[in-house]
């Protein structure tokens, strides 16, 4: 069980930045990584459907036979944590927990910011979480073309960091200092993200964080591959066509993936009066 792979998914490529940090950490972890590309981008997708999407792709993960499940989506997470927890007998990571425990322990001025999905701000999950906590401020903003750019290859263009001042105008204007990036797509443009939030705001990445909870986890139960170990990393995607996934993955992970096999997520049967 030590020598299975690493489960990790996403609607798309941005759980990719996961994936990426997870192999930095973990360099001797094998890693099957599934892009939903079938049904993304989840984000503006009624909550409903991201959760039967997601757990159609961990019950494909879980039949790979791996050994972790990591939720490599903020919007899947705020959607199907605890049915994903309830379902499956591996260890099941997300991508919330930990960006929030980082938020918390590194602003200063007690003013939060966090921008996601549609989906995930909407949802109120980083809102309610960080707001155990009386004595901070929570100021959040949903920036859905940041994805879109992601998803299309666009990372460093004028266009980027022009819709970047617009989204995160009202952030600088709160006075944040912390601010959470909460979509796995969102480190691909920490360059423009950054730039216009000044140097004096620190970027909370979920996807460093979640490696290290994942790393945390292996440790714990014992499941760290073994010294002899030999890394294979496999990528897979749910859509019509593995071309375009394989482009990005490529150009995103920084470093030769070589091939994208095409898989198939069969219906589940939620319980009854799940929404």
Do not use: W
Not at 19 to 48: M, N
Not at 94 to 114: F, H
Not at 246 to 271: E, K
């Amino acid at each position: 069980m030590t020598d299975a792979p690493i489960g990790i998914f996403d609607s798309g490529v941005g759980g990719l930045t996961v994936a990426r940090a997870v192999s930095q950490l973990l360099p001797r972890e094998s890693i099957v990584y599934i892009g939903d590309t079938a049904h993304s981008p989840y984000g503006p997708k009624p909550i409903a459907d991201v959760r039967r999407y997601g757990l159609e792709v961990l019950d494909t993960l879980v039949d790979e036979g791996v050994k972790m499940l990591v939720i490599a989506c903020n919007t899947a997470s705020a959607a199907m944590l605890r049915d994903a927890r309830e379902r499956y007998d591996v260890p099941v990571v997300e991508v919330i927990g930990p960006a929030v425990r980082t938020a918390l322990s590194t602003t200063r001025n007690r003013r939060i910011g966090v921008i996601g999905t549609e989906g995930t701000i909407g949802s109120g999950v980083y809102q309610d979480m960080l707001g155990v906590d009386a004595t901070l401020e929570v100021f959040a903003q949903a920036c859905p073309r940041f994805v879109e750019f992601v998803e299309a290859g666009v990372t460093d263009s004028p266009e980027v960091l022009r819709v970047a001042e617009e989204y995160l105008a009202p952030l600088r204007h709160a006075g944040v200092d912390t601010l959470v990036l909460g979509c796995t797509h969102y480190p691909f443009l920490e360059g423009a993200i950054s730039y216009v939030m000044g140097e004096g705001v620190s970027l909370v990445s979920s996807d460093t964080e979640t490696a290290k909870d994942v790393y945390r986890q292996l440790v714990s139960r014992g499941l760290l591959a073994g010294p002899d170990a030999t890394a294979l990393h496999t990528y897979e995607a749910t859509g019509d066509s593995a071309e375009d996934f394989l482009r990005l993955a490529d150009r995103l992970m920084g470093r030769g993936v070589s091939a994208v096999r095409l898989v198939q997520t069969g219906a589940i049967d939620l319980p009854k009066g799940t929404p």
